[in-house]
């Protein structure tokens, strides 16, 4: 009777052990969600959430990328210390990242990671760079040169870009005016009739992924009259391009006997559109009133706040108020969060700094639920608090900003910031 007690007793302290063998082995392949940060980072998020600081101080954090071992890849506006793309490794498996690295030195926006290869952008070119097994580059100091010659005006100036499953990659253009007057932003100044923009920017530019110093002549106008997008993203359901459109600025200082200065604030509509060959979303002779829900015509070109646009432009998919600044958009896959958010869309609002002697507004990221590759509910606030506090929010002196969006491989979100260049991971801890 002794021998069997001690034997069970034995097999239950094995048992036991190996149990905790496993957790410690499941802890250490990072496949456990981090411990959230007291106080979630300064984030207010939905119950069940939580937030760190999974880096910081990296400078201007502008779009960013996750590999599937975890790793970050980050694109920085300008270079720091000579580096504008930030290699970011958690070597500890504690969620945050402890080991940095850098290289390339051109500043940009655009970062992107598809079938072995990394793409990154500055104002006028667009990169690849390619990844090893683990998506390590291999090449940091000899990228291929997909795309060369793009206008940088100076004026929404970012190469913005997303790679779909045929070998083609999107890159953003931004028109280097506010609404293609004679003379720019000008009270009373009239609109330039064809707008001679449009012929190389104010649109998205389909090139080959695999193809070196591609210019103009070797891409498409994919889709046209969109004054500047910076949040892209190609949605796996639909198997097409989505964007956010910037809308224009400053209806009441240039036409102030049209437009109250309520109106200067709210309008016209931040807008995502859904793109195919061929798409115009009408930029710049009309604008989208989100509160009426229609196309306007631009008072520039003959409108007056209530003349309806021609239909020939596309409607957006979802209408936000304006101003807002959306900077990066994400079609979350993952299964760590709740369903209610699979396969819907993510959107950084970078936060306006027109919209005086109303508040300032933004600085926060949204969700919108999608169905069948369409909305499917009202769009709302997910992650705010990135500004500091309700006073910076409304002065528009934001402490941070969100701009990139990026889905590791655990589920997990990841929001740049480019003020302090923080980066924050937001996880699901169920309630």
């Not at 990659?169 to 280097?176: F, L, Q, T």
């Not at 609404?179 to 012929?199: A, H």
């Not at 699979?342 to 508040?359: K, M, V």
Request: proline letters at 6%; hydrophobic letters at 35%; one cysteine or more.
């Amino acid at each position: 009777m002794k021998k069997t007690y001690i034997a069970g007793l034995t097999v239950l302290i094995l048992a036991g052990a190996l149990v905790l063998m496993s957790a410690k082995k499941l802890a250490h392949s990072g496949n456990t969600l981090p411990t959230p940060d007291e106080g979630n980072a300064g984030l207010k998020l939905p119950a069940g959430f939580g937030a760190l600081v999974a880096a910081d101080t990296l400078g201007g954090a502008r779009h960013i990328a996750v590999t599937t071992a975890g790793d970050l890849y980050v694109k920085l506006a300008r270079p720091r210390n000579g580096k504008a793309i930030i290699y970011l490794h958690d070597g500890n498996k504690d969620g945050r990242f402890d080991e940095i690295n850098g290289f390339a030195n051109y500043g940009g926006t655009g970062m992107y990671i598809k079938n072995g290869f990394l793409y990154a952008s500055s104002n006028q070119e667009v990169f690849r760079y390619k990844l090893d097994a683990n998506e390590k580059v291999v090449n940091p100091d000899q990228p291929e040169k997909i795309v060369t010659g793009l206008l940088d005006r100076r004026q929404h100036e970012t190469k913005s870009l997303v790679v779909d499953n045929a070998g083609n990659i999107y890159v953003n253009v931004g028109a280097y005016s506010n609404s293609c007057q004679i003379k720019d932003r000008t009270p009373g100044s009239l609109g330039q009739q064809p707008c001679p923009i449009l012929d190389s920017a104010g649109g998205i530019w389909q090139f080959k992924v695999d193809k070196q110093n591609q210019t103009y002549g070797d891409g498409v106008r994919y889709a046209t009259g969109l004054r500047n997008v910076v949040g892209l993203d190609w949605n796996q359901q639909t198997n097409s391009l989505f964007v956010m459109q910037h809308g224009r600025d400053q209806l009441h200082d240039i036409f102030p006997d049209m437009f109250t200065t309520k109106q200067n604030a709210d309008l016209p509509a931040e807008c995502m559109y859904q793109l195919k060959q061929g798409s115009n979303a009408g930029w710049p002779y009309i604008y989208y009133d989100w509160m009426q829900n229609k196309k306007i015509q631009a008072p520039e070109y003959g409108g007056n706040g209530k003349k309806e646009g021609s239909k020939e432009y596309i409607d957006p998919v979802v209408a936000f108020p304006g101003h807002m600044a959306p900077n990066g958009l994400l079609f979350y896959t993952g299964t760590q969060f709740p369903e209610k958010y699979r396969n819907g869309a993510f959107i950084a609002f970078h936060g306006s700094w027109n919209r005086a002697p109303e508040p300032q507004a933004g600085f926060y990221v949204v969700f919108v639920p999608f169905k069948g590759g369409k909305p499917s509910g009202k769009w709302e606030v997910f992650a705010d608090g990135f500004s500091g506090s309700p006073q910076q929010t409304a002065s528009g002196r934001a402490a941070h900003r969100p701009c990139g969006l990026a889905q590791g491989p655990d589920g997990s979100l990841y929001v740049s910031d480019d003020v302090k260049g923080t980066i924050y991971r937001i996880v699901y801890n169920k309630p």
